[in-house]
């Protein structure tokens, strides 16, 4: 699912990608080449030195809502499944085979 930023130009956008499988990112048009990022600090470091520029303020802005809204819902599935799936050692119950 593409989410874009509502306030892109032709110029310069910048769209937060979920995905189903692996993490979510940021895909960001700018200066005719598109890149993918995974944290709002990246999104902004693809401006260089217009990175502080009223337009990439928002739009990094609009990243850490987007972090916010999202990333809770992987973590939310993660911890109910319990804390035995989470801290539990995968070769607690394995024998070597010699």
Not at 37 to 55: L, S
Not at 69 to 82: A, N, P
């Amino acid at each position: 699912m593409q989410i874009p930023y509502p306030n892109n130009t032709n110029d310069c956008s910048v769209t937060y990608q979920r995905t189903r499988t692996g993490p979510n990112h940021f895909i960001v048009y700018y200066k005719n080449a598109a890149q993918i990022r995974f944290t709002p600090k990246e999104v902004g470091r693809v401006f260089g030195i217009a990175k502080f520029t009223p337009w990439v303020n928002e739009a990094r802005d609009w990243c850490k809502e987007m972090v916010a809204k999202y990333e809770q819902d992987g973590l939310s599935t993660l911890s109910s499944l319990g804390d035995d799936a989470v801290d539990a050692d995968p070769t607690a119950n394995t024998k070597m085979i010699v």
